[in-house]
């Protein structure tokens, strides 16, 4: 999905990139539950899994932030190393707890904020910085098994699901920056495996 936001990203075509990434946040959280049940994990799949996750949430979303000039080609480098170093030192030591947000969230947001405020890079601009914060943040986050846990956040990925394909995009930006924000804000309350 990465690949294809990028090139809808150079094409000028915004929110058809906006749309492959939302797409690609659910491919994500599907990943890793569908590798398990078919017992196929191996290091080459984490290393795939890796690479897809900074192409997708580091790489296609740093370019729908625009740049006009030095200052925000250097803002956008530093959303990117954000990504990076948070894929890289995600490990808390803890199972099933990330350290700092996990990347495809701050991508989700930063996507779905695209979309609601057409491309306005003053507010883009102000999101990314606010994601670059919670992603180095030393917090903890619980492990995003959404569709190996309770029914309630089953739910939530079917409906996140339905909308992408079934609802205008502005409004299932909508449904994705709730999601997103409720586990970015109240990661252990609302989103811990227990």
Known sequence: MGLSSILCTLNGQHLY???????GFL???????VA???NACSALGAKLDDFADFTTFGIATSLLL???????SVFIICY????F??????????????????CPYASVILSSTFVLTGGNCFFLHIAAVVMILF????GNYPHDRILETQLWKKTVYIGGLMMLFCCPLRLTCIYYL????SYTLFPSAMWSNE
């Open 36 to 38: 398990r049940q078919l």
């Open 80 to 83: 990117v190393m954000a990504v």
């Open 85 to 102: 170093i948070r894929l890289c030192f995600f490990s808390s030591g803890i199972p099933f707890v990330y350290r700092g947000l996990p």
């Open 178 to 181: 709730i999601w997103c924000f």
């Open 27 to 33: 491919l994500d959280l599907a990943d890793g539950a």
């Open 135 to 138: 992603m180095t943040d030393q």
């Open 17 to 23: 990139a906006c749309w492959l990434i939302l797409f």
């Open 66 to 72: 625009q740049a006009h000039g030095i200052l925000s």
